[in-house]
């Protein structure tokens, strides 16, 4: 029992690990002869109390895995904080450059029941006469679902990505103007750093909360020009955003352009050392957009949690009515040839949004994959080591295959009366 409790505590908590048969062998070499030497340390999966190698499921959605969905939220914290403060390879200075704290709504697609607020931040009764409360499951739903556009919805969902990208183009265009550069000279002066993270709201539309910086050409190792401030920041992404605009599909003589919603909300971020009334402080700003990195449509509409193989598999799910039409929609839709580039049936779950939850340009800040290397070096530095000898490095031989997912119900009833080992996070079990 001790060692299956062993096995169990290195993954951290995982619920739903994944399975693994095969084995790992780990050998001597001397690199002065090439010669092969003694075995230094061999796994087999056969030999394992669990009776497989288990390893995290790495899973960022809270409503499958809790304990790999808080590691991917802290990643993400200190993703974002780098990018604000400095650290994980970032520089410090990156703390004096422009940057804001911006949301960017999708448009209406027909009135929905919600809590609206008067200028002093009073909330008012909704359209439909009642004052919800904010647990109030009728948040979001269509007053009329009869003349809701469920097909306008789904297919915005779909094109928020590219929405985003030609938005993206636009912003680079409305800097270089507001600082009398063509858009060919921008790159050697300037170049805007952003990171993002895609949030469902009650009504099933997908909205974007980023934090969007200008950085010397070199990116935050770079000063800005003297004139990067955040008012000519906060100016072009207000243009930007009003002139961001994709056309869309022509469906029943419809044609569709999608552009984002009337509501944008862009905030100066303040550092701890600037001077002055701090609107936003960078710790808060990471919390936040942390926070919505690991929630999917489910948070918010309770809608699915993963793709549907069948239509009929609705009838058993405990969904509201509007996520139930909305996943309907995207299934109709995406039985259709000219919309079979959306992939809409695979992204129903999805309410037909099939872009990534979070993303960054590459020189923002460091990587989840550069914060999940070093948990695994720090793993590795605290195990012994088997070679002696400093000429010898190590020839590892490993085959493994999938064997499942998931603990049997008594190995989840012991790895839940267990505490996680320290230092685990993102590593296979042995």
């Given at each position: 029992?001790?060692?299956?409790?062993?096995?169990?505590?290195?993954?951290?908590?995982?619920?739903?690990?994944?399975?693994?048969?095969?084995?790992?062998?780990?050998?001597?070499?001397?690199?002065?002869?090439?010669e092969?030497?003694?075995?230094?340390?061999?796994?087999?999966?056969?030999?394992l109390?669990?009776?497989?190698?288990?390893?995290?499921?790495?899973?960022?959605?809270a409503?499958?895995?809790?304990?790999?969905?808080?590691?991917?939220?802290?990643?993400?914290?200190?993703?974002?904080?780098?990018?604000?403060?400095?650290?994980?390879?970032?520089?410090?200075?990156?703390?004096?450059?422009?940057?804001?704290?911006?949301?960017?709504?999708?448009?209406?697609?027909?009135?929905?029941?919600?809590?609206?607020?008067?200028?002093?931040?009073?909330?008012?009764?909704?359209?439909c006469?009642?004052?919800?409360?904010?647990?109030?499951?009728?948040?979001g739903s269509?007053?009329?679902?009869?003349?809701?556009?469920?097909?306008?919805?789904?297919?915005?969902?779909?094109?928020?990505?590219?929405?985003?990208?030609?938005?993206?183009?636009?912003?680079?265009?409305?800097?270089?103007?507001?600082?009398?550069?063509?858009?060919?000279e921008?790159?050697?002066?300037?170049?805007?750093?952003?990171?993002?993270?895609?949030?469902?709201?009650?009504?099933g539309?997908?909205?974007?909360?980023?934090?969007?910086?200008?950085?010397?050409?070199?990116?935050?190792?770079?000063?800005?020009p003297?004139?990067?401030?955040?008012?000519?920041?906060?100016?072009?992404?207000?243009?930007?955003?009003?002139k961001?605009?994709?056309?869309?599909?022509?469906?029943?003589?419809?044609?569709?352009?999608?552009?984002?919603?009337?509501?944008?909300?862009?905030?100066?971020?303040?550092?701890?050392?600037?001077?002055?009334?701090?609107?936003?402080?960078?710790?808060?700003?990471?919390?936040?957009?942390?926070?919505?990195?690991?929630?999917?449509?489910?948070?918010?509409?309770?809608?699915l949690?993963?793709?549907?193989k069948?239509l009929?598999?609705?009838?058993?799910?405990?969904?509201?009515?509007?996520?139930?039409?909305?996943?309907?929609?995207?299934?109709?839709?995406?039985?259709?040839?000219?919309?079979?580039?959306?992939?809409?049936?695979?992204?129903?779950?999805?309410?037909?949004?099939r872009?990534?939850?979070?993303?960054?340009t590459?020189?923002?800040?460091?990587?989840?994959?550069?914060?999940?290397?070093?948990?695994?070096?720090?793993?590795r530095?605290?195990?012994?080591?088997?070679v002696?000898?400093?000429?010898?490095?190590?020839?590892?031989?490993?085959?493994?295959v999938?064997?499942?997912?998931?603990?049997?119900?008594?190995?989840?009833?012991?790895?839940?009366?267990?505490?996680?080992?320290?230092?685990?996070?993102?590593?296979?079990?042995?």
């Amino acid at each position: 029992m001790p060692t299956l409790v062993k096995q169990l505590r290195g993954l951290g908590g995982c619920t739903r690990p994944v399975r693994l048969d095969g084995h790992r062998t780990e050998r001597a070499v001397d690199t002065r002869t090439g010669e092969i030497g003694r075995v230094l340390h061999r796994l087999d999966s056969s030999t394992l109390p669990a009776g497989h190698l288990l390893v995290r499921c790495n899973n960022r959605r809270a409503s499958r895995c809790t304990a790999c969905a808080e590691v991917y939220r802290r990643d993400t914290f200190h993703l974002i904080t780098a990018g604000l403060r400095g650290g994980k390879g970032t520089p410090d200075a990156v703390t004096r450059h422009p940057k804001v704290f911006a949301t960017f709504t999708a448009p209406g697609f027909g009135p929905v029941h919600n809590r609206p607020t008067d200028r002093r931040g009073t909330v008012r009764p909704c359209r439909c006469g009642r004052l919800h409360d904010t647990e109030d499951a009728a948040l979001g739903s269509p007053l009329d679902p009869s003349t809701y556009d469920y097909e306008g919805a789904v297919l915005w969902n779909a094109h928020a990505g590219m929405l985003w990208r030609r938005f993206s183009i636009y912003l680079r265009r409305e800097i270089a103007k507001r600082a009398g550069l063509t858009q060919r000279e921008f790159p050697d002066f300037a170049r805007v750093s952003f990171a993002k993270v895609a949030e469902f709201q009650k009504r099933g539309a997908v909205h974007f909360h980023a934090v969007i910086r200008i950085d010397g050409p070199e990116g935050g190792t770079d000063e800005p020009p003297s004139w990067a401030t955040t008012d000519l920041l906060a100016d072009a992404i207000a243009s930007a955003t009003a002139k961001a605009a994709v056309l869309g599909p022509v469906i029943d003589g419809r044609a569709h352009t999608f552009v984002f919603g009337r509501q944008l909300d862009v905030r100066p971020i303040r550092s701890a050392d600037f001077d002055g009334p701090a609107e936003l402080t960078e710790r808060a700003v990471a919390s936040y957009i942390a926070k919505y990195a690991t929630k999917g449509a489910e948070a918010t509409t309770g809608a699915l949690d993963r793709p549907l193989k069948f239509l009929a598999e609705l009838a058993q799910l405990d969904l509201t009515d509007h996520a139930r039409q909305l996943v309907r929609t995207a299934w109709a839709l995406g039985a259709r040839k000219d919309l079979e580039h959306l992939r809409l049936r695979a992204w129903a779950h999805m309410l037909g949004f099939r872009g990534h939850f979070s993303t960054k340009t590459r020189r923002y800040s460091t990587t989840l994959g550069a914060l999940r290397d070093a948990r695994a070096d720090w793993r590795r530095a605290q195990a012994p080591t088997l070679v002696d000898d400093e000429t010898d490095t190590t020839l590892v031989i490993s085959h493994w295959v999938f064997a499942g997912t998931g603990l049997s119900a008594a190995e989840a009833w012991l790895s839940a009366s267990v505490a996680p080992a320290p230092g685990t996070e993102g590593e296979p079990t042995t």
